[in-house]
């Protein structure tokens, strides 16, 4: 028979149970263990750090469910219900909670605190009556639907009452995929390599978005957003951008104080809000492996032929190892580093990819030493979320695309033509235009679509005042043209007046940089530097290179004659092809946690062997192998054939 159990020690626990009397609650002794079936009401009114862990895994290892209550800080908390299995759990709790607020000083104090009380015997200095009685409250309620066999309301949710204003707040958190404690996470094999399907229907001709099942910004606010326990930690939107309608969705990075923001760029605070929601998401999911759990390490050298050639990603020159504080290791073939599966669309099969090289952040290196060899600077260049994989892989290949044909265009110094914004004839195009040009900004988008074909913009605002921020690019990338210098053009507006705000404090320090490039560190930096009038000469070869502008029929006939198909799965073979043709390999690695698969939502990092990468701060420019530096010009008519030209070693103004 299923037993209602107490256990812990102290003051709070006495008077809960005293208040409890009328509830079948029996004492678990020292020494004794819970049953199979049985739940454990564990009260701690001065914890010991892992005290409440250890009590989860002997309730786990008997089979019985846990509600533990503790004062935690200026805090008593009620829940989670932890089940006898399954995902979910305090350890789960304190990640969520840890990696949105680092709590180490705070700890420190509540630990003193706890100390004090048990070195004198006595109850935790901050509790009082109110707050018992509400805890009392909750928990009663969860008692009874156990025995009911309702309970469980508590599961991953939990009660936060505020000792000194007995202000209640019910706070829910998803199971953490990596979770030390119950994690269940899949070994990542090759089996579970998902190739693309032959066939796709599109619901809209002109849409490449097909998502599972639809999503709703309240439901992803619901789901993921929360001050307290959230994967997403906050959300606001910025009413003072002078074109757009801009949000901001804040995803905590693991127990540091940083944040990493998700930011939508859209006509409407809603589209907005709804944008920087999956944007942050699909940080998350780039961030390391939460879907599966990697088990292959080893060299190229033992692992090829299953495995991809590293050098081929187009990695640092062997000089920029030898720098002082470089963080990373030389590449060789014998090097031992971890490896994922991802799907090859050049082999058409599962192949192996350095885990580094799919995920972004497995280590902090700014804090951490290099123990798991890596030798590349990464970012999130190549992410990407869809309601389905190959939507998702689709999206990752244009901004594979977008970036490819930026740096391209900067470090061969490329006249890309103008293509006249007018000659789209879009009234949401137009009006984001008047916008800028209203405040002092002239827009440029030049054509930076070469061999991956795929259309791409380098789109540059240029300062007609004279004074303050001169210059302030981005770039985009898509099938459809027009979305494409949307896309670039509102990730301008998004930005441009922010640092026209920033800029005049930063000049002096600017001017520092523009003397000693190798001090450019940061995505700021980059942006920023290209602010300076000094520094307007750099960009003649695009602003001054007096080409003929292109209507935006001119510059891509193919678009225009044929438009888009009625299939995704033939939107996405075309654009692999693409790349094939150019000499390029295609790796799709699916990255998607469970929290997105939940939601109907997958995520990929999508590699392209060959292509430009995009790099912050200077020292880290990846350019070693890349052979499509010196084709592509002669290819385009750039340059002639055996032509020699210096590639553009200033940093890039990429934001």
């Known amino acids: 028979m299923s037993r209602l159990l107490v256990a812990g020690e102290g003051e709070l626990r006495e008077r809960l149970q005293a208040a409890l009397a009328d509830l079948p609650l029996a004492s678990l002794e020292p020494g004794t263990e819970a049953a199979s079936g049985d739940c454990v009401l564990l009260v701690l009114d001065t914890p010991l750090p892992g005290e409440e862990l250890e009590w989860q895994r002997r309730c786990r290892a008997a089979g019985a469910s846990l509600l533990p209550v503790r004062v935690d800080g200026s805090e008593l908390l009620v829940g989670p219900w932890v089940p006898p299995a399954g995902p979910g759990c305090v350890a789960c709790l304190e990640h969520r909670r840890q990696a949105i607020q680092p709590l180490k000083t705070f700890r420190r104090v509540n630990e003193a605190a706890a100390q004090w009380a048990r070195?004198?015997?006595?109850?935790?200095?901050?509790?009082?009556?109110?707050?018992?009685?509400?805890?009392?409250?909750?928990?009663r309620v969860e008692l009874d639907g156990w025995r009911q066999g309702t309970g469980g309301e508590?599961?991953?949710?939990?009660?936060?009452?505020?000792?000194?204003?007995?202000?209640?707040?019910?706070h829910s958190f998803l199971p953490f995929p990596r979770c030390p404690v119950c994690g269940e996470l899949p070994e990542d094999?090759?089996?579970?390599?998902?190739?693309p399907r032959a066939s796709i229907p599109k619901p809209d001709r002109l849409s490449l978005r097909v998502p599972e099942r639809p999503l709703e910004l309240g439901e992803l606010r619901r789901?993921?957003?929360?001050?307290?326990?959230?994967?997403?930690?906050?959300?606001?939107?910025?009413?003072?951008?002078?074109?757009?309608?801009?949000?901001?969705?804040?995803?905590?990075?693991?127990?540091?104080?940083?944040?990493?923001?998700?930011?939508?760029?859209?006509?409407?605070?809603?589209?907005?809000?709804?944008?920087?929601?999956?944007?942050?998401?699909?940080?998350?999911?780039?961030?390391?492996?939460m879907g599966k759990r990697t088990v292959v390490r080893g060299s190229y050298r033992q692992l090829?032929?299953?495995?991809?050639?590293?050098?081929?990603?187009?990695?640092?020159a062997p000089e920029q190892y030898t720098r002082p504080g470089f963080p990373f290791v030389p590449y060789s073939p014998d090097l031992e580093f971890n490896w994922v599966w991802g799907y090859s669309f050049r082999r058409r099969e599962p192949v192996l990819v350095p885990e580094q090289s799919a995920y972004y952040r497995l280590v902090d290196l700014t804090r951490e030493p290099n123990r798991e060899n890596l030798f590349a600077f990464e970012i999130s260049n190549g992410c990407a979320l869809g309601g389905c994989l190959e939507e998702a892989i689709l999206h990752g290949l244009f901004e594979v695309a977008e970036r490819d044909?930026?740096?391209?265009?900067?470090?061969?110094r490329l006249s890309a033509p103008r293509v006249d914004l007018h000659s789209f004839g879009d009234p949401e195009l137009e009006l984001m235009l008047d916008r800028l040009e209203s405040r002092g900004f002239q827009v440029h988008a030049f054509n930076t679509t070469y061999d991956l074909r795929i259309p791409s913009f380098w789109v540059m605002a240029v300062n007609q005042r004279g004074e303050g921020l001169q210059t302030y690019s981005a770039g985009g990338a898509h099938m459809d043209p027009l979305k494409a210098v949307h896309g670039g053009l509102s990730e301008v507006a998004a930005g441009v007046f922010d640092f026209v705000r920033i800029y005049p404090k930063e000049r002096e320090?600017?001017?520092?940089?523009?003397?000693?490039?190798?001090?450019?560190?940061?995505?700021?930096?980059?942006?920023?530097?290209?602010?300076l009038p000094e520094l307007r000469s750099r960009l003649d070869f695009l602003l001054d290179s007096g080409r003929p502008v292109q209507t935006a029929r001119e510059a891509f006939p193919e678009w225009y004659a044929k438009g888009p198909s009625t299939d995704l799965a033939r939107d996405l073979e075309g654009c692999v092809r693409h790349f094939l043709d150019s000499g390029c390999d295609v790796i799709a690695v699916e990255q998607t946690p469970p929290e997105l698969r939940q939601v109907g939502v997958r995520s990929v990092k999508v590699l392209a062997?060959?292509?430009?990468?995009?790099?912050?701060?200077?020292?880290?420019?990846?350019?070693?192998g890349a052979t499509r530096l010196s084709t592509v010009p002669v290819s385009f008519g750039y340059r002639a054939p055996g032509e020699l030209f210096p590639i553009n070693s200033f940093p890039h103004p990429f934001p």
């Open 189 to 195: 094999s090759a089996g579970a390599v998902q190739p």
């Open 119 to 139: 070195k004198h015997g006595k109850s935790h200095p901050w509790l009082n009556p109110i707050a018992r009685g509400l805890a009392e409250e909750r928990i």
């Open 405 to 412: 044909g930026f740096l391209m265009t900067w470090y061969a």
């Open 509 to 531: 320090r600017l001017l520092t940089l523009a003397e000693h490039p190798e001090k450019v560190r940061t995505m700021r930096d980059h942006a920023l530097l290209f602010g």
């Open 154 to 170: 508590l599961r991953n949710r939990v009660w936060f009452i505020e000792l000194s204003t007995s202000h209640v707040s019910e």
């Open 609 to 624: 062997t060959g292509s430009l990468t995009m790099t912050f701060g200077h020292d880290f420019t990846r350019l070693h």
């Open 223 to 289: 789901r993921f957003v929360d001050h307290r326990t959230g994967l997403i930690a906050n959300e606001y939107v910025q009413r003072d951008n002078e074109v757009l309608a801009l949000a901001v969705s804040e995803l905590p990075l693991d127990f540091r104080d940083q944040r990493e923001p998700g930011i939508g760029r859209c006509n409407s605070f809603a589209q907005s809000e709804f944008t920087a929601l999956l944007e942050a998401l699909e940080r998350y999911a780039g961030l390391r492996p």
């Open 304 to 316: 090829a032929p299953q495995a991809i050639d590293p050098a081929e990603l187009i990695l640092h």
